[in-house]
């Protein structure tokens, strides 16, 4: 009985210390998972803030895409996320900016009116929203949206923007097939160079086998004066359909110097021509001429042919590519080695800054001028020999590379400023017979200007702009300043 007892203690001690064992093994696991969740939370933090920063950096990367001109690739970036991060005003509107730019106008409107959900007076969506509904060719619903946006106080540039497209509209609402535009401007100013002439009155030229000394004619010296200009123009264009449409137009121009009237130009140009597809792919080829006065007489005519090539990728940047031909004719007797056929082409880009409110071109461009003059130059300065045996302009034919930048700013939603640069350099074919060189020019011109328009038809523009043309050949080398303040009334 004593054993029996005994075997029941230890049994009963062992499965005591079992049941603490377990207790304890329980408890240190209950122990490890507190600690693990702990942990966890402690670890989550940063990689929450992992997450963001990683998705901030994502939305960067699409917002640069879209500015350089690749809102396909961000399209493409920010997609696969529309489905967790649709409702967020910032992704959305990334999102449906890159699908407008990228030709998806109808995915661009759902993500426009999740943003417009959220914040129904955001200016930028409500207009890209309307520009997609018009690409989509919803007429009515852009229409409205253009007009919800007109009353958002949208910048200069935006305002006419979007009163472009309601034009658009009315005209196909209305059937309206042909338009009309128009306008007439007076302005006063300063010329320090009205002739475009050197500032030497005396040059050494080789004439009769020796140099000498020959004083110019003073209609051929550097004169300035103040002037006042005229000028008035008007173009009617006509709608074929939505692929074709037809125009012509005019512009007379006048100018009137106070004292040197032997330099008054008086000129008449117009102009005609098709253009062919879309807004944002658009071909236009026209034909143009005009005749140019010199104080009271006639002085020149020209005609030609120009075609230009408008390709609009998104609503920041469009690309420019053209073409001319032009025929330059002297009615003097005296100017007629000066005719020539010019040739010309380059390309140009444009782009939109700040939303519209802002925005920079620039250019470049290669031609020719051929000396076509049968016309033998013979001397002007009084000695009658031949100088120029093959015909022609006395310095032959030119070739000419030119470099142009623009930039316009608002200001404000009356007042814009701008400006403009270019530069030009140009190589003769032929040695100048009177200097014993071969011509090369290198001509510059900067403008500056503000246009103030205290309304809608109305505006006022003062502009100074300065030229230079620099030559290896004295009288061909002159500088000039003009100052303007112009006044203008458009019609439309």
């Known amino acids: 009985?004593?054993?029996?007892?005994?075997?029941?203690?230890?049994?009963?001690?062992?499965?005591?210390w079992i049941l603490v064992g377990l207790m304890m093994a329980a408890c240190g696991a209950y122990a490890q998972e507190t600690g693990q969740k702990v942990r966890q939370r402690s670890e989550s933090y940063p990689q929450d803030l992992a997450k963001v920063d990683s998705f901030e950096n994502l939305l960067r990367d699409a917002d640069v895409l879209i500015k350089s001109g690749k809102p396909a690739a961000a399209y493409a970036l920010l997609e696969p996320l529309e489905f967790e991060h649709a409702g967020e005003v910032r992704f959305d509107y990334l999102i449906a900016t890159a699908a407008l730019e990228s030709g998806k106008p109808a995915l661009a409107t759902l993500a426009f009116?999740?943003?417009?959900?959220?914040?129904?007076?955001?200016p930028s969506a409500r207009l890209d929203m309307a520009i997609a509904y018009y690409q989509l060719g919803d007429m009515p619903r852009a229409k409205t949206e253009f007009i919800f946006a007109l009353k958002q106080n949208?910048?200069?540039?935006?305002?006419?923007?979007?009163?472009?497209?309601?034009?658009e509209i009315a005209a196909r609402e209305a059937g309206k097939s042909t338009v009309s535009a128009g306008y007439i401007e007076g302005a006063v100013g300063y010329d320090t160079n009205v002739n475009s002439s050197t500032s030497q009155s005396q040059v050494e030229i080789f004439e009769g086998g020796t140099w000498r000394v020959a004083t110019l004619d003073?209609?051929?010296?550097?004169?300035?004066?103040?002037?006042?200009?005229?000028?008035a123009g008007a173009t009617v264009t006509h709608r074929h359909d939505s692929y074709w449409s037809y125009y012509a137009g005019a512009d007379l121009r006048g100018r009137v110097?106070?004292?040197q009237k032997f330099f008054d130009i008086f000129g008449l140009n117009a102009r005609a021509g098709i253009l062919v597809g879309e807004n944002a792919n658009r071909l236009r080829i026209e034909v143009m001429g005009e005749r140019s006065n010199l104080g009271d007489a006639p002085n020149y005519y020209s005609a030609g042919l120009n075609a230009?090539?408008?390709r609009i990728f998104n609503p920041g940047d469009q690309?420019?590519?053209?073409?001319?031909?032009?025929?330059?004719?002297?009615?003097?007797?005296?100017m007629k080695p000066n005719d020539i056929n010019q040739q010309a082409m380059g390309l140009g880009w444009l782009h939109y800054l700040a939303e519209g409110r802002s925005s920079i071109s620039g250019s470049?461009?290669?031609?020719?001028?051929?000396?076509?003059?049968?016309v033998i130059t013979t001397n002007y300065l009084g000695t009658p020999f031949v100088v120029n045996p093959s015909g022609g302009r006395i310095d032959g034919a030119k070739r000419f590379t030119g470099v142009r930048a623009a930039g316009i700013a608002f200001i404000n939603k009356m007042t814009s400023l701008f400006a403009s640069a270019g530069m030009q350099v140009g190589d003769f074919s032929k040695v100048n017979s009177y200097f014993l060189r071969q011509r090369y020019d290198r001509y510059f011109d900067l403008g500056l200007g503000a246009d103030w328009h205290w309304n809608e038809l109305w505006s006022l523009r003062p502009q100074l702009y300065m030229f230079k043309n620099e030559s290896n050949i004295p009288v061909y080398a002159y500088d000039r300043l003009n100052f303007s303040l112009t006044v203008r009334r458009d019609f439309r």
């Not at 075997?7 to 062992?14: A, F, P, V, W």
């Not at 690309?319 to 005296?334: C, E, G, H, I, K």
């Open 1 to 16: 009985m004593y054993i029996i007892l005994m075997k029941l203690m230890n049994l009963s001690m062992t499965l005591i």
């Open 154 to 167: 949208p910048s200069e540039a935006e305002r006419t923007r979007i009163k472009h497209y309601l034009d």
């Open 319 to 334: 690309l420019n590519v053209f073409a001319q031909y032009m025929q330059y004719r002297y009615y003097d007797p005296f």
């Open 364 to 374: 470049l461009y290669y031609g020719t001028e051929q000396d076509i003059s049968p």
């Open 113 to 122: 009116e999740r943003v417009l959900a959220v914040d129904p007076v955001f």
């Open 218 to 231: 003073p209609a051929n010296v550097k004169v300035s004066d103040s002037y006042y200009g005229l000028a």
């Open 308 to 310: 230009d090539w408008r």
């Open 257 to 259: 110097n106070r004292i």
